[in-house]
């Protein structure tokens, strides 16, 4: 876009340039990351949008506005969303045990003891329920984390994976096999559990996942580019996906021969989808204005403001919540709740970073970020494509006090 000169929206645009400048300097230019494409929006205006480096190393294309990223874990919030269109229809409810749409689950135990094919269990003290899917505290985990032997079951049995024969139903037997890491309620820990809500959508809605989130958010509100797949004529814009191994960005899926050429036969709900930051910055103005964009209406105020409040017992933060062992979450800081898809700031003071109570933000494995600040009227779309990089946390505060720090104008009080 063109540089302002002028203020806009409470901002001085140069210091919005410092957004590109330090990205490009520190991250592109030093080879940490291909490229970057930064948007903000605030007060119905895109106030700034800057890209630079490639969406390919090998090949040297120049990312552009409309390339194509892999979102990853920024999926779940759409199917955050997506479920609670269905409880608006009253189809189900957050207090709904899972076990009413998922009968296996009302036999799950919790772990005590043994590895995988001797596991000893506990009998749970309450069951699963609906919320605690959507904010990671059912006692499902990720095979990543690389924690428990639970999660080393999920690494031996490929649990979630794209190609899984069977798709979600199959996840879903596997789950029921095994044990809960920890009683319902008693943690918070990063899991597979937007997938299983994603799996509710289909149950309680009839479709597909991929059909219900096209017919029911992407078209509504003119998201032509976000699906579980990239066709052939949107290959060209489809971004490489890289890893770090000895400092060096190496190919984990490359955009011309990727993974996303083809339907996956399991859709996940936590982390499958594809699309650009335009894309998902009509999904973040869509909450950010209560639901509702250009006439597309998914949700009301009432919910979008349900989904964005800090859903974790007590009140506590992610960082209270977590097990001793593990670290990982998709915010990186302390001071921020977890709410229906979302984490949610609850003392800027304990993020170390400037902010507003109630902003809600996530991000994805291979870099993307979103954030949005409903009093400041303001939304942030980040992509890139490192898979885990292991300075992403590091560019997303900066991310946030460089935005933060070209604002000129509070609107927040």
Excluded at 365 to 372: H, L, M, Q, S
């Amino acid at each position: 876009m063109s540089k302002p000169h002028q203020a806009v929206q409470g901002f001085d645009p140069r210091r919005l340039q410092r957004i590109d400048d330090v990205i490009a300097r520190n991250y592109v230019e030093t080879g940490a990351l291909p490229g970057a494409l930064t948007m903000v929006w605030r007060r119905g205006e895109l106030v700034w949008r800057g890209v630079s480096g490639v969406l390919d190393l090998a090949r040297g294309l120049p990312l552009r506005e409309d390339s194509i990223f892999r979102l990853y874990s920024m999926t779940k919030p759409v199917t955050a969303v997506a479920l609670l269109m269905l409880m608006e229809e009253g189809l189900i409810g957050l207090d709904d045990p899972v076990s009413r749409f998922i009968p296996g689950f009302a036999e799950l135990g919790v772990y005590a003891g043994g590895a995988l094919g001797s596991f000893q269990t506990t009998p749970s003290p309450r069951p699963v329920k609906v919320v605690d899917l959507l904010r990671h505290t059912a006692g499902f985990t990720y095979g990543f984390l690389n924690r428990t032997e639970v999660d080393a079951a999920y690494r031996a049995q490929r649990l979630g994976e794209a190609n899984t024969e069977g798709g979600l139903a199959a996840m879903i037997a596997q789950l029921e096999k095994l044990p809960l890491e920890f009683a319902p309620g008693e943690m918070w820990n990063y899991s597979v559990g937007t997938d299983v809500a994603g799996y509710l959508v289909e149950i309680v809605s009839g479709q597909k996942l991929s059909d219900f989130l096209r017919t029911r958010i992407f078209t509504p509100l003119a998201m032509h580019d976000t699906d579980f797949m990239v066709p052939a004529a949107k290959r060209d814009r489809l971004s490489t996906c890289y890893y770090v191994k000895d400092g060096k960005l190496l190919v984990f899926d490359d955009g011309h021969h990727s993974t996303y050429a083809q339907p996956p036969l399991l859709e996940s709900g936590g982390g499958g989808l594809a699309g650009t930051a335009k894309d998902y910055l009509r999904f973040c103005r869509m909450l950010l204005n209560g639901g509702e964009l250009d006439g597309a209406r998914l949700l009301s105020p009432k919910t979008v403001a349900l989904m964005t409040m800090n859903h974790l017992p007590g009140g506590r933060t992610m960082t209270e919540m977590m097990p001793l062992t593990t670290a990982f979450n998709e915010s990186g800081y302390a001071g921020v709740g977890y709410g229906l898809g979302v984490g949610v700031t609850q003392d800027v003071a304990a993020t170390g970073l400037p902010g507003t109570k109630g902003e809600y933000s996530w991000g994805g494995a291979a870099g993307t970020y979103f954030f949005n600040d409903p009093k400041e009227e303001l939304a942030v779309v980040f992509m890139t494509q490192v898979l885990f990089a292991p300075d992403r946390i590091k560019l997303r505060r900066d991310l946030r006090a460089l935005v933060y720090g070209a604002m000129t104008e509070s609107f927040a009080g």
